[in-house]
């Protein structure tokens, strides 16, 4: 009696231990290669990596050219810097007697993000055919030219304003401006049908061009 006791809590103990595997990859004969595990690799290498993946990204908005790499494995990183550095220069002073008139940070934020969601329902609206989070990540990561213009035109601010220094901070503010809206038009143009491209460009116009006037009424003081 007492063996068979001792036989049923040994099949219940294996039971309830149980054995973790994990799972291979079978992909080109390859039986036994484990797929690729961040679980495995040290943190500071998988910080190295992402950091570079938003560097190369980042790169390829300030030069164009090849339209498929912000869509493949898109990410919000790039953005989130950028959106926050932006709101934290922008925003106004938190003390009322010397409010400069600026944004205040949360407006910031607010603008940004909203105003790309809104961009990127219009897209899916006509028919883009691109996932909601790549058309934010792109229209994310193309604030990177606003975001230099803005550093400039602040750096520019230090000096004793004149009217050279106030148009050559326009003339910054519109460059970053016209330099996102390419960027972003290179890489989601072809994703909307040939009729709809004007539909989804014009929120992409606007959407740059609200950012681009905070910057010129950041500097214009």
């Known amino acids: 009696m007492d063996e068979s006791r001792l036989e049923m809590f ?13 799972p291979i990859s079978r992909t080109n004969g390859n039986l036994g290669s484990p797929d690729f595990n961040t679980l495995d690799e040290p943190i500071s290498e998988t910080i190295l990596r992402d950091v570079k993946a938003v560097g190369t990204k980042f790169a390829h908005v300030l030069i164009p050219t090849e339209k498929k790499s912000l869509l493949k ?12 550095c932006m709101a934290m220069i922008l925003q106004g002073s938190s003390d009322s007697d010397s409010n400069d008139g600026g944004p205040e940070f949360a407006q910031v934020f607010v603008i940004v993000w909203i105003g790309s969601m809104i961009v990127t329902l219009n897209s899916k609206l006509l ?13 994310g990561y193309c604030l990177l030219p606003t975001a ?9 601010l230090l000096a004793e304003d004149s009217n050279f220094l106030f148009f050559l901070r326009v003339a910054i503010s519109l460059i ?4 996102a809206t390419y960027a972003s038009i290179i890489f989601l143009g072809d994703s909307q049908k040939t009729g709809r491209k004007a539909l989804a460009v014009y929120p992409i116009f606007l959407f740059y061009f609200i950012i681009s006037w905070l910057i010129m009424s950041h500097t214009n003081v």
């Open 148 to 156: 230099i213009a803005l550093v400039t035109c602040t750096i520019i």
């Open 73 to 84: 494995e898109w990410d919000l990183w790039g953005p989130l810097i950028l959106c926050t």
């Open 176 to 179: 970053g401006f016209g330099w």
């Open 127 to 139: 028919g883009g055919n691109i996932s909601f989070f790549q058309s934010v990540c792109v229209l």
């Open 10 to 22: 040994d099949d219940m103990k294996g039971v309830v231990e149980g054995e973790m595997t994990i």
